[in-house]
T-cell receptor, first 112, second 112 residues
Framework: DGGITQSPKYLFRKEGQNVTLSCEQN?????MYWYRQDPGQGLRLIYY???????QKGDIAEGYSVSREKKESFPLTVTSAQKNPTAFYLC???????????FGQGTRLTVV | GNSVTQMEGPVTLSEEAFLTINCTYT??????LFWYVQYPGEGLQLLLK?????DKGSNKGFEATYRKETTSFHLEKGSVQVSDSAVYFC???????????FGSGTRLQVQP
């Protein structure tokens, strides 16, 4: 079945550590996105990529980094520079930039 | 810039009641409009969409009409069920932005 897979579902990190969230899609979509969701709030865009080897900052990119070496993969690294990383992270993809996005099941990151 | 405004929740209804969740937007050009639904601990699922003015999106008994004159895309359902309890997000796509812009979400609670 086609879809977007995020792993792990739950992740715990100690303060000062970097952590990488995985996102893989087999929908053959060109565009991929990372959003952050905090309790009771909407989704905020962290990074997006329209093609392989190219990506742009979203609204809250500080403290995060990404890579897009393959069309199907768009990993997100939460660095120690991110001051408040505890949140629910959602990866999405779309066929083109104007089209609807399809979402993964999310990764809940908790800093302990 | 682009923005989406949704009515604040939670919205609490009895089973079989009529549902309206208001959504208005600000955008340049002619964005596509979407409603997404999120169940607890999961990612977002596309509920319906409309790509041009006066289009009506519909799915699973939910409907929304793209009203350019009032810049609105209100979600409606004639008879809600307990299983409709979730958070609903209104969103728009903008070619200039290249990613979806989301509202803050509206929690719906349906009581038996």
């Amino acid at each position: 079945d086609g879809g977007i897979t995020q792993s792990p579902k739950y992740l715990f990190r100690k303060e000062g550590q970097n952590v990488t969230l995985s996102c893989e899609q087999n929908l053959n979509h060109d565009a991929m996105y990372w959003y952050r969701q905090d309790p009771g709030q909407g989704l905020r865009l962290i990074y997006y990529s329209q093609i392989v080897n190219d990506f742009q900052k979203g609204d809250i990119a500080e403290g995060y980094s990404v890579s897009r070496e393959k069309k199907e993969s768009f990993p997100l690294t939460v660095t120690s520079a991110q001051k408040n990383p505890t949140a629910f992270y959602l990866c999405a993809s779309s066929m083109r930039r104007e089209a609807e996005a399809f979402f993964g099941q999310g990764t809940r990151l908790t800093v302990v | 810039g682009n923005s989406v405004t949704q009515m604040e929740g939670p919205v609490t209804l009895s089973e079989e009641a009529f549902l309206t969740i208001n959504c208005t937007y600000t955008a340049t050009g002619y964005p596509s409009l979407f409603w997404y639904v999120q169940y607890p601990g999961e990612g977002l699922q596309l509920l319906l969409k409309a790509t041009k003015a006066d289009d009506k999106g519909s799915n699973k008994g939910f409907e929304a009409t793209y009203r350019k004159e009032t810049t609105s895309f209100h979600l409606e359902k004639g008879s809600v069920q307990v299983s409709d309890s979730a958070v609903y997000f209104c969103a728009l796509s903008d070619t200039g932005r290249r990613a979806l812009t989301f509202g803050s979400g509206t929690r719906l609670q349906v009581q038996p």
